[in-house]
């Protein structure tokens, strides 16, 4: 599993603290055995801590937070989550931004385990059935008649949910010793009511297949179709029997029997509508020539067929009713029913999200107050961050390039550079410095939107595991606030969101700026930025800002609350290295990007005296240099260790594998020699079984044999045994000659190859041999590239089939004179073959076998095949191999009198007449 695990340490009693939490803040009561109670600890009076005087206005924090989540793209995360996600009422939430952030850290926890369990389910969870029935739900409680097909969706639904739930206990209990990591997910569902009897009621009324009612949703329902059934029997037989007597009287051209009207009736001319006088007349067709009439005895019947119609659709919309009622009394509990499948689902759909990203599972830090030695330990540590948006096309393209076996390890790293945050414990306020476009937004939208996901219960991109405090708010003050509407400039944009975040910020608030006091005269920006660090330093958990102001990296002298961080700029490239230097004052370089695109050189140069003669001191200069010396110092030896940690991996993982190997050598020789054994022995059982066979026929064909069909039985028997034991004889090696010729061959494009790593497969050249003497061969839709002493012709192999078969031929013969056999089966000849029509017992399907086995079966079908027989010689196309060996042994075989190779009415077969 791609996801890190939960801390070893962390026990079941921990986690199930969280989980209470999260689940009696929504009304679900626990068992008894995973409710936490500690009576010992008391509540510090000390640990409760107020962040204003005045009351925070929750109006104005819910709709900072709303706009920060915004900023933060936090809806675009949602927007991926939701591509896992299986319900259209969770994708529907998750697209909307609306996922669930925990409002505490108990409930942010609760929300990671049930991300934990869900990133660990073995397959995932069945949600196809569940559709969303909240608008059908509202209709029934607003007395709108239900249709069968929204009954069949609620009745779908809540067996689905039933089902959903009996998957996780079945995962739960089939995986022993480990039961107890599917509970946050078993917690969500617990004490549902999945209104069993309400599914049955639905199940047994209406048949969801064919969307129709059946006869067992009521008694009256059965009862009247039953008499409808009968009175419409008797009425179509009226019908046609009137009609067949119009039909002989001329009146019309074949018997018809229709409706018009709601009302069965006949077709009749219009100039015999006097056969039927007291008839009615429901229609005429356009033409006039056709009238449809009610014959009289049939209008009793069909005004029974009209009440009884009413009544049938009368009782399905009671049928109806009565099931619309049972709904729309259950909407409270329905509703709470698909809340709570859908928090399934949205718990599934991060832990799928968390596999596909490769995500870690961050960890909360302890209050600050509760921290000794502050100084050594980090509030904020998350290393090897990616934003998630950013990280997805990577993602993308590493899951397209390791189906073709090409992924790059580092693929990820070189399209999105990872960031590492870690900030101490008594920091307060961190001030990032450095050029434009050089990261400084995207560093602190990464860490506010990590908190965002770290509270909703979402998985992190980073490496090992990340951790960090659990804010209450996050807000952030990004972007250009301007607005002509509330005639606010960008300065009064940027002070008036400053005024609302001062305004409810807490303790355990994260906030984040960018560029403060921009907009204004410097110096009056830098002393308000001050003042406004310097207030947020004493009011929440963690400030981040960006800055180009000097000023603001300089407090980090006078105020240990204060941190300084840097991006980094190659001077070299001039261009941003998007990483950042923890402690370090970053450059604008602004003179040196203005010049890099093409900025007039004498105007730069001017603005250069200017810089000097602002700067306060001579060293500016000099400090620069310092600066540069140290980045490319630092730059060499973390490529130098990244260069010894690289060899240092792959000396292990070739160790790793040469002990690996040595350790199962011993079992290997001893698992091949077990496998050749059991394989000769198989064989001799297989040639043995084939010798009894020939035995017991050759003694029951010569119990009702004459004298004279002796000779020709034994030859026969001969013949198989031959067989047999050529088949099962052991291979011969290639002749001199032919390993001579295929040391010598060289492979041609679209040449047809046998490859020794695939098995003997036939195989294409696509390629020319290349300097180290290898080819590429395809073998189906597979391309692999092979050594050439690992491939052999097709016309070797063909040769030595035939070889392989001119042996088996040789050795058959021993024992018999062929000539004089084939010269006495000439005397015959002029007798007439038996007509060739292929069945199952004068066929041999040779398809699919190597050439000896192919042999071995020919020869015993031949010697099997009755006298002036038709034999069907079912080869195939293939390589051709088992088709040469084929055509040599029919060529050669004593007999066989002729064939006839394969024709359009049989491809892929030769016939042989057998004498």
Known sequence: MSSTP?????????????????????????PAKS???????????????????KPRNPTVSEELQKEASEVLEWPSVCGQISAFSSTAAGRSLCRAGGLRIGRSRWESEGLLLQTQAAASLPAPLDFSGVDDVEEIVRMARDGLLLSIRQLCAVERSLRSARAVLEQLEAISCSEEGSSERYYPLLYILQNCD???ELADTIGFCVDCTLSTIPDRASSKLKSIRSERKENMEKLDSLLKEVSLKVFQAGGIDSPLVTKRRSRMCVGIRASHKSLLSEGIVLSISSSGATYFMEPRDAVDLNNMEVRLSSSERAEELAILSFLTSEVADSDLKIKHLMQKIMELDLACARGAYAVWMNGVCPVFVEDKETVESKDKVMSVDIEGIHHPLLIETSLVSKNSKMLVGEVDSQSVSKSC?????????????VVISGPNTGGKTATMKTLGLASLMSKA????PAKNQPKLPWFDQILADIGDHQSLEHNLSTFSGHIARLCKIIDVVSEESLVLLDEIGSGTDPSEGVALSTSILQHLASCVNLAMVTTHYADLSRLETTDSRFENAAMEFCMETLKPTYRILWGSTGNSNALTIAKSIGFDEEVLNRALEWVEKLAPDKQTQRHSVLYQSLLEERSLLEAQANEAALVLSQVKELHLEIQSEAEDLDMRVAALKAKESRKTQQEIRTMKAQMDAVIRNFETRLQNASPDQFNSIMRESEAAIASIAAAHRPKEDLSHEEEGSLISY?????DKVYVRRLGDKLATVVEEVAEDGTTMVQCGKIKVRVKRKDIKPIQSSMKHAKNSSTRLLTQQGKERDSRKYIKEGNKDEERPFGPAVKTSKNTVDLRGMRVEEASHQLHMAISGCRSFGVLFVVHGMG?????EAAIAILSSHPRVARFEEESPMNYGCTVAYIR
């Open 6 to 30: 939960l801390p070893a340490s962390t026990s079941m009693d921990a986690l199930r603290k969280p989980l209470n939490f999260l689940f009696l803040s929504h009304n679900i009561l626990l």
């Open 35 to 53: 409710r936490v109670s500690n009576p010992s600890k008391k509540i510090s009076v000390s640990r409760i801590r107020v962040s204003h005087d």
């Open 194 to 196: 999945f209104l069993t």
């Open 417 to 429: 550079v990872p960031l590492d945050i870690k900030i101490r414990h008594s920091t307060k306020v």
């Open 879 to 883: 390589s051709g191999a088992v088709k």
């Open 457 to 460: 219960g979402i998985f992190l």
């Open 746 to 750: 060289v492979p041609q494009l679209g």
